[in-house]
């Protein structure tokens, strides 16, 4: 029964800080891009891209519509968190590193516990666990 809370508050926390994000990158375009900027991502389509990201992928992992979708978005997730965290620790801005960190701890939280608290399990949950 803990794991069914612990599941639903991991993923909330992962959901909202998701959507946090998107909600930034849409109201502070222009200071988002400065940011990408000094991590070396010059690409202009990039804030308009991950806007998508970051609201898509929540909404599948929430909604479930299908397991390998929700499983995908997990994997996204999970690319995108590493990935953000190791640029900032590679242009030594180590402090911008966090969010992804503490979004890594929720996402690894949130996926091994999906199992127990929904209907339909995922077959990666097991695959990992081994």
Known sequence: MPEYYLYWISTALLSALY???????VTRGGWVREILAELGYTAPYLVAFMIGIKVLAPVAILSRISVPLSDL????????????????IGVRKPAGALPAAIGLALLVTSFVTQNDARGVPSPYVLAAMR
């Open 73 to 88: 978005a997990y994997a996204g997730i999970f690319f995108h968190l590493l990935l953000s965290g190791l640029a900032h």
């Open 19 to 25: 959507l946090m994000s998107a909600y930034v990158y």
